[in-house]
């Protein structure tokens, strides 16, 4: 009650102020400084604005909301990265800044018409060579790597001596607390120990070595092929400043709609499509869906049919094609001045081994016909604006997940960025070979982070979080589908209906909640 009388008497002072000075007011002003007032801000705005007005040559007659839009920027621009709820709007025209704003979109890597793995022996062992040369170089380009030594360098020399190697891992084994690691370079393999008495950095370094990465080993030369631990290092990426747009733009960094599946939330999808149509949300929240140019959907477009067991039962449309029709009309509500970008998941019609190429069209006609579209595979690199994109379904994050400590299905809202980060350290996107995430072996492994990326994108589990990480934004993007049965029997609570919005100029995040 206190409250409402308090914006009600700002409100009253700041118009009579305003008449006072000879100004009048418009309609959609008097909106706008009605909703400032109830965020407490009407006051430091419209001071801004009156003296504002003094300083111009001539002084106008009215007092437009284009002054007061400009002026809450002015003052609020960090604030309006916080996070936003949607709520009705008042219903006026909205006229998108982004229908002027040119396309500033590049694809840079796209795996789509260059993969053709043959499968043979000879492409697997082709495979994991690129993948050690590529990582290697990686790495050298660290101070502390540099003087690494081959394997058989190392293991030529006499006991005692300290090394330092080069070697992707090809077996972990533990014995009576005694961690084993075959380390092997293009030629060599040796046998790399973390005894039980080890430093405890260096054992829980080891602890968060994956299989089939590539890393450096310090140790010291023992008998045999043997070389005794003392530390682990990763390629990691630099610290360094992010490219940034010129302008304020913004992208909704999607994923995971699972159209076709029972919890697909069509409501708040519905409620995410208007408010870029301008027809939702309050003048801030439009102010950012009138800049919004960019729209990225990081896999599981659709929910799939054969996916897993049993999965009739969750689908509401149970034919493949349908779910691509449905997704059709839904993305073809989109507004046409906004660049749709999809890559595949592991539920969309493509190969399921990684790189995946873009989602076929002999499967998803009617996406391909609704409007623009920009399918691209998985991984993918593009830029928006000058600011580079890593694209990622993020399938591996499963196998991060079961292999590093503390990170878990159940608490993956505090630690999916650290999970992502870590195949940012290692510079590999799905390392471990012939488990759950099925990996193509091509002549090239696209699967290395050549590139540091200013945006590291992904979904795939559902949950949504986000970090900077040495000048990298790390985003995981939740999902438009709500808690599974299956999910529910693994602990893991999604984050459905909230899509993350990044302001590519100054690469902050702004979640909006579609759910209200
Ligand atoms: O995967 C969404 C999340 O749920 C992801 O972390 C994997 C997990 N998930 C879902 N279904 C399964 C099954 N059947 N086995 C293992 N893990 C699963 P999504 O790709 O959206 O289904
Ligand atoms: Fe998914
Ligand atoms: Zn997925």
Not at 15 to 40: C, H, K, M, P, V
Not at 119 to 146: A, C, M, N, S
Not at 175 to 191: G, N, P, Y
Not at 401 to 409: A, G, M, Q
């Amino acid at each position: 009650m206190e409250d409402s009388q308090n914006v009600n008497l700002s409100l009253k002072k700041a118009i009579s102020l305003a008449f006072t000075l000879g100004y009048q007011l418009d309609r959609e002003s008097f909106g706008l400084l009605q909703e400032l007032a109830q965020e407490n801000k009407l006051e430091k705005v419209m001071e801004k604005v009156l003296a504002d007005l003094k300083d111009l040559p001539e002084n106008p007659l009215f007092i437009t909301s284009e002054m007061i839009q400009k002026t809450v920027k002015d003052l609020y621009e960090e604030d309006a990265e916080n996070s936003l709820t949607i709520v009705e709007s008042v219903g006026d025209t909205f006229n998108p800044l982004s229908k002027e704003f040119p396309s500033e979109l590049e694809v840079l890597d796209d795996p789509t018409e260059t993969i053709g793995s043959t499968g043979d022996l000879d492409g697997f062992l082709k495979y994991f060579q690129d993948r050690f040369t590529r990582i290697e170089r990686l790495l050298r380009e660290r101070l502390d790597v540099k003087d690494a030594i081959t394997v058989k360098e190392a293991l030529n020399s006499p006991s005692k001596t300290k090394v330092k190697i080069i070697g992707i891992v090809t077996g972990i084994r533990e014995r009576r607390e005694t961690v084993f690691m075959q380390i092997e370079d293009l030629e060599t393999v040796a046998t790399v120990l973390i005894s039980s008495r080890a430093d405890k950095t260096v054992r829980e370094k080891a602890e968060r070595i994956l299989l089939d990465q590539v890393v450096c080993v310090e140790g010291v030369r023992s008998q045999r092929d043997l070389i005794v631990a003392t530390n682990f290092i990763n390629p990691d990426i630099p610290e360094r400043k992010p490219k940034t747009a010129k302008k304020a733009v913004y992208a909704a960094l999607l994923s995971d709609l699972h159209i076709g599946s029972k919890y697909f939330q069509e409501k708040s999808f519905n409620k995410f499509l208007r408010w870029l149509q301008g027809r939702e949300g309050n003048y801030r929240q439009r102010e950012i869906a009138s800049r919004l140019k960019y729209i990225i959907v990081a896999g599981d477009v659709v929910d799939g049919v054969g996916i897993f067991p049993d999965q009739e039962k969750e689908l509401v449309q149970t034919d493949i094609y349908e779910q691509y029709d449905f997704a059709a009309k839904l993305i073809q509500q989109i507004p046409e001045y906004i660049d749709v970008i999809l890559i595949p998941g592991n539920h969309d019609a493509t190969r399921q081994a990684l790189p995946q190429p873009a989602i076929k069209k002999e499967y998803a006609e009617p996406v391909y016909e609704a409007r623009k579209v920009v399918m691209i595979g998985d991984p993918s690199t593009i830029r928006l604006n000058g600011v580079e994109f890593l694209l990622f379904h993020g399938r591996s994050l499963d196998d991060v997940i079961s292999s590093v400590p503390d990170v878990l299905y159940r608490n993956l809202d505090e630690t999916i960025s650290t999970a992502m980060k870590y195949l940012l350290k290692i510079r590999h996107l799905a390392p471990i070979y012939g488990s759950k995430t099925p990996i193509a072996p091509e002549t090239q492994d696209y699967l290395v982070i050549d590139s540091v990326p200013d945006v590291f994108h992904a979904g795939h589990v559902h949950v949504l979080g986000y970090e900077e990480y040495r000048g990298t934004l790390i985003v995981n993007s939740g999902s438009w589908q709500s808690q599974t049965p299956f999910q529910e029997k693994m602990g893991l609570v999604p984050t459905w209906g909230i899509a993350p919005i990044l302001n590519l100029r100054t690469l902050k995040i702004t979640p909006m909640d579609f759910t209200k």
